[in-house]
């Protein structure tokens, strides 16, 4: 196998002992590699595998220099991706600030929250009305016209480099727009292009799979399958209609979309979001969902990308079940070698319970799962994304605190849809199943944690309480381990925005509620003492800022939660050779309390320690000292 691959390396004129001998040594060393996970998906197909080694050797030749070198700095500093430095937001182009290029001028605004990563929501071209916020593309190299050019988004990328910024984008692996060239093709009968997807002559295949798949939008896309006229086919669309699932069963769909990403990884992309994972195999009896070819397919880009274009890092979209969350990271021999990241998105989901019930039990339940992260891989934390939150965790976790997950799930989607007397939420279900009774929810963090119910009420106690909720729910992440990701708005206490249901190309999709159009008028507030704006941004700013002081919050596995004695409050550790941290959360309505005794069951705790949120130095001698937490506060401890 090497011979073979020495050869292509030969053909292509490598220069193994000069400029390529980095990249050379990257392919013999992961070309074993390369080769079994291909072989798994794709047995015996040795020509196909000479094409996907020709691919690779395509994307290294065509890395610009500048990226070379960017990735001997990241190599140098080892797991770059892992630092306290970094902190996110994702932001849509056109909401946040018009184009790309006028996006530039707001990078200021950013810098001064403490924002160096950018997440910009998908680009490429996308078609009006059925576009699902650029999540059927339909073009993955050209950038949509309304954004600007392919030019802007390379300039733009250099501009983030030149600032010590990063950048990530979307691939959409899972599908296609109907609109793509292939997927027009396959409408006018090519064959070879409608093996790119699944489609199917009659209703045989679509019934068997109907059978055990469920549906990602039942209420405005029921159905996992659409009939497409113009060929007399029905086409797999897991997503909506307008989404056609590509099929990886063939290898030369791969190796299209794996030249897709080298594309993006040499525009410069640090951090490539593959978009819904979870779903790229399919197989009739399962419910073509985490089946283990994702994994191999995910292990072989993985792979791949780390011989052509190392300096990127990969984002798994997998918004799944915790235990089979996990397993993103990778597995055995691919432990921390298949995704660099995944969305923490129980924890996230499990942050809202916390704050819907007062109540810590669910939360902490749920950790001895996600604590098996592997050391090298990372989450990307959150409270608010574009989509909406899932209640996907386990029944067991809901069962353990006490609780039954039929009621206790409709208990959160009644106190975030607003329908529960006591709640301050404002929000609603997203995706209802009238089948199974799930649903998730929509809102904007603002929304959902009661700003946009104390506005209105013009309460300044209520407006109080929803800004300390907000502040509670971001610090409990922002210092857990992994990269917060804040999502545009939030840090200037954007609330629902209802425009959406003017729009038809968006008015059968909740999610847009929490997809606001940013108005610099209000934004310009946040630099105003007094208003809520400021109180909001200055806040997440401090919580960023005391982030960055703290080397230890860098992702090392470094993390244990306390037994508070109480179910109101969250707390953890976080260890270095001779610093602690502790983060201490009160998410319910009522003071809690805290004994020291807690923080010195985890080992020797010093005469005093700094208060980094208040600024404040607390004794821990005499001890014990026992102390309050208000309700929704928080001690960001650090010695
Ligand atoms: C991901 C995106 C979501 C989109 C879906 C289909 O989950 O985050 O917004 O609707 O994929 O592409």
Redesign the pocket.
């Known amino acids: 196998m090497h011979q073979k691959v020495n050869a292509v390396l030969k053909k292509h004129k490598t220069d193994i002992a000069g400029k390529d001998n980095d990249f050379y040594i990257r392919m013999l060393t992961g070309a074993s590699s390369m080769h079994y996970l291909f072989n798994e998906i794709y047995p015996d197909d040795e020509n196909m595998f000479i094409k996907l080694v020709e691919l690779v050797i395509k994307a290294h030749r065509e890395r610009p220099d500048d990226l070379l070198k960017r990735d001997g700095q990241k190599a140098e500093k080892a797991d770059w991706f892992l630092s306290n430095q970094i902190t996110g937001m994702s932001l849509y182009v056109d909401r946040f600030a018009g184009n790309i290029r006028s996006l530039s001028s707001r990078l200021g605004y950013l810098e001064k929250l403490g924002v160096n990563l950018l997440h910009l929501m998908p680009v490429f071209e996308s078609p009006q009305g059925e576009s699902?916020?650029g999540?059927?593309v339909s073009d993955f190299r050209k950038v949509d016209k309304r954004f600007g050019t392919l030019n802007d988004l390379k300039n733009f990328r250099k501009l983030l480099s030149e600032r010590g910024m990063y950048l990530m984008v979307d691939i959409?692996l899972?599908?296609t727009s109907h609109k793509h060239q292939w997927a027009l093709k396959a409408k006018a009968g090519d064959k070879k292009y409608q093996d790119y997807f699944y489609m199917f002559g009659d209703r045989t295949m679509p019934d068997a799979y109907e059978k055990t798949m469920p549906e990602?939008f039942p209420e405005s896309s029921p159905g996992n399958f659409t009939w497409v006229p113009e060929c007399d086919k029905w086409a797999m669309t897991v997503?909506?209609k307008y989404?056609w699932d590509l099929n990886y069963t063939n290898p030369l769909a791969f190796l299209e979309m794996l030249d897709n990403i080298f594309f993006y990884a040499n525009l410069g992309v640090d951090v490539l979001r593959i978009?819904?994972p979870a779903f790229i195999w399919k197989q009739p009896g399962t419910i073509c969902m985490n089946l283990p070819q994702v994994h191999t397919l995910l292990r072989l880009i993985k792979q791949c990308v780390l011989i052509a274009t190392p300096g990127m890092a990969l984002l798994g979209?997998a918004?799944v079940e915790p235990h089979e969350l996990l397993k993103y990271f990778g597995t055995c021999l691919y432990t921390a070698k298949e995704c660099d990241f995944a969305y923490n998105a129980t924890q996230m989901a499990l942050q809202w319970d916390m704050l819907a019930t007062g109540d810590t039990r669910v939360m902490l339940a749920s950790q001895h799962e996600l604590m098996q992260k592997p050391l090298g891989a990372s989450w990307i934390t959150y409270t608010r994304?574009?989509?909406d939150i899932g209640l996907g965790y386990n029944d067991d976790m809901i069962r353990h605190a006490g609780y039954d997950p039929v009621q206790h799930r409709k208990f959160l989607k009644d106190y975030f849809s607003g329908k529960y007397k006591g709640s301050q939420a404002t929000g609603a279900l997203f995706s209802f199943n009238p089948k199974t009774g799930d649903a998730r929810i929509s809102g904007s963090l603002a929304s959902l944690c009661g700003l946009e119910k104390a506005l209105k009420a013009n309460d300044p106690d209520l407006i109080k309480l929803a800004i300390k909720k907000i502040l509670l729910m971001q610090a409990h992440s922002f210092f857990l381990g992994g990269v917060p990701m804040l999502f545009y708005g939030d840090e200037a206490g954007y609330t629902n925005d209802y425009s959406y249901l003017n729009d038809p190309g968006k008015s059968y999709d909740n999610?847009w509620m929490h997809r606001p159009v940013i108005d610099w008028s209000k934004n310009k507030r946040t630099g105003k003492k007094g208003t809520v704006e400021h109180e909001i941004f200055s806040g997440t700013q401090k919580l960023i800022s005391i982030r960055k002081k703290l080397d230890l919050i860098s992702d090392r596995k470094n993390l244990t939660w306390l037994n508070t004695n109480n179910h109101q409050t969250a707390a953890y550790i976080r260890t270095a050779e001779n610093s602690r941290f502790y983060g201490i959360f009160n998410f319910s309505g009522r003071t809690a309390g805290f004994s020291t005794e807690i923080l010195a069951a985890y080992g020797e705790i010093p005469s005093t320690i700094q208060n980094h949120w208040t600024g404040e130095k607390l004794n821990l001698q005499p001890y014990p000292e026992k102390w309050t937490i208000e309700p929704y506060g928080f001690y960001l401890l650090g010695t």
Do not use: M, T, W
């Open positions: 699902d916020g999540y059927a959409v899972n599908h990602v997503f909506h989404q978009d819904a979209e918004i994304c574009h989509d999610r």
